[in-house]
């Protein structure tokens, strides 16, 4: 085996996904500390003095203590090279999670043991669903009082359609809490109150053969329950088949703290034992194998402005094969031109780190002096490839903005084309009004505040903003001059910056209807 080969064959990326507060952050950093990363775990949600999460680095995510752009975080652990890609949990931050998950080969489900499965968790699933991704479910705030584990994984396998098979098993909750049973080792990880805090904890082991030892570290009411438990479990439960995890139709799971550090070694270690080196990616007419010589790689983000030190715009490339060569000379496919990637970069938040050299399984942030777009490849000039562009999302909100001081237009133009490349907003604008104002169609209304600030804080440009009861939008297929069409009052025809016309609806009846109303005009949902 080639070094590249060894190098490939040792990389694990993978995302964090989960509704917000199930603790996706805090095992984040747990991971991060155990793979020395950082020292000392931070906090998204204490005061302002209190240290915030390493992957929360744009000001208005430490404001509210929600994770709003997707971070990349890479880190060495046991010899493997891990790529965590964290998503915003949020549901108005959906698309920027649906774009990551294309760059990710496995996804970890965060999901919060008093909550079980809530809405942006069911989302964020069939995401994983419709690309065959494996999933690796873990059950956090054991240590706080919890839904029956059972109703838990039943809850798990009815929703989504998967099979679920416990890799642990939790021994109480709450303050009843005494730890978790290792179904592989066969041991009781016992959890006392001296973990509290920890940054780094090492479980009391004791094999379940020895009955005195375990009753007391549990106590015998707690050991009888769990004896049943694996006695129901070993004889009832789903065999393990590692074919049908990485098939993503059997999903393990682990129960564990992610705040209070017990379970998460445990985790980690059989998460990247059970896990894929980097999958096979599909082109229009191909298959690229990563472990091939020729590099390729796909934009699937665009971030301008990560940091008040760093004024800059930066592609985000998941390397899908071979080895990645700084200032080695490449193809932008949709730009059909060569390029040079200087100062590659990876990230740790808004830490940086030029890199030489990266390999498939990696991300990799380039400058971007705006020609690149989400979905773009980049690959060898000897082999050239195209990977299948990324979906977007069709807005759900529209609001008009306009700049405050008619002197910054310059400002207001920029900040809004540059925010909208990223693909978190879509721009349109009404026939012949130019840029004095413009439409902004988003998946969830969050979205708007977070173009408000930026526009203020990173563009110095205020804007006014009026909210539209418009709700659906429709690409009008083919040379129909919308000006002819018949449409009512609170129907508003718009176009996109590439020249599309589209109309804005504020219902679903309203598509029918007009659609009868012209016969032989031809909608669709998405741009061609």
């Known amino acids: 085996m080639s070094d590249m080969q060894k ?25 991060l500390l155990y793979g020395g990363a950082i020292q000392l775990a931070g906090s998204v949600k204490g005061k302002a003095a209190a240290r915030h999460a390493v992957s929360d680095w744009m000001e208005l995510e430490k404001q509210r203590g929600i994770s709003i752009t997707s971070s990349v975080l890479q880190f060495e652990y046991e010899g493997f090279c891990i790529n965590i890609l964290d998503t915003p949990g949020h549901q108005d931050f959906s698309e920027d999670t649906y774009r990551t998950l294309m760059a990710a080969d496995s996804a970890v489900m965060v999901i919060d043991g008093a909550k079980g499965i809530e809405p942006q968790t069911r989302k964020l699933f069939r995401i994983c669903a419709m690309r065959h991704i494996p999933i690796f479910t873990f059950i956090n705030k054991c240590d706080r009082d919890t839904r029956s584990p059972y109703d838990l994984l039943e809850e798990l396998e009815s929703e989504f359609g998967i099979g679920t098979y416990p890799m642990n098993w939790p021994i109480g909750s709450g303050s009843d809490f005494k730890g978790i049973y290792d179904r592989d080792e066969k041991k009781v990880l016992a959890y006392q109150d001296f973990h509290k805090g920890a940054n780094r904890i090492h479980a009391l ?3 379940i053969g020895e009955t005195e030892a375990v009753t007391e570290l549990i106590g ?44 998460v070694e445990q985790f980690l270690e059989s998460f990247l034992r059970l896990t894929t080196p980097p999958l096979p990616r599909e082109t229009a007419d191909d298959i690229v194998d990563p472990f091939e010589d020729h590099f390729s790689a796909f934009v699937f983000k665009i971030q301008a402005n990560m940091n008040k030190a760093h004024r800059d715009r930066i592609a985000f490339m998941r390397i899908c094969s071979g080895k990645f060569e700084r200032n080695a000379e490449y193809f932008h496919v949709q730009g059909n031109k060569s390029l040079r990637l200087a100062q590659p970069q990876q990230m740790m938040a808004e830490s940086r780190e030029v890199v030489d050299e990266a390999y498939a399984g990696d991300i990799i942030g380039v400058f971007d002096p705006g020609i690149y777009s989400i979905g773009d490849t980049i690959c060898d000039k000897s082999r050239k490839v195209c990977f299948e562009g990324i979906p ?12 405050v001081d008619t002197m910054k237009r310059k400002q207001f133009e920029t900040g809004i084309r540059q925010i909208a490349q990223e693909g978190a907003i879509q721009i349109f604008h009404e026939p012949n009004s130019g840029l004095e104002s413009v439409i902004v169609g988003v998946v969830g209304t969050l979205q708007f505040d977070v173009l408000e600030y930026r ?7 205020e804007v006014r903003r009026r909210d539209l009861p418009q709700e659906h939008v429709r690409w009008i297929v083919g040379d129909t001059d919308p000006s002819t069409l018949e449409l009512t009052r609170d129907t508003r025809w718009v176009q996109d910056f590439k020249g599309n016309n589209l109309l804005l609806f504020t219902g679903e009846w309203l598509v029918a209807w007009t659609q009868k109303q012209n016969p032989g005009l031809e909608l669709a949902e998405f741009s061609r």
């Open 220 to 263: 015998q009411r707690l050991f009888d329950t769990l004896s049943e438990d694996v006695e129901l479990l070993d004889g009832a439960g789903y065999e393990f088949d590692l074919a049908q995890v990485r098939r993503g139709a059997l999903s393990p799971v682990y129960f564990g703290s992610a705040l209070m550090n017990f379970g």
């Open 7 to 31: 190098e490939i064959e040792r990389r694990r990326t993978f995302a964090i996904i989960s509704h917000p507060d199930a603790g996706k952050t805090t095992l984040t950093e747990k991971f």
């Open 455 to 461: 526009l203020r804080t990173e563009y110095s440009t």
């Open 392 to 403: 977007t999302f069709a807005p759900e909100h529209f609001a008009m903005f306009e700049r």
């Open 205 to 207: 082991e004791c094999p």
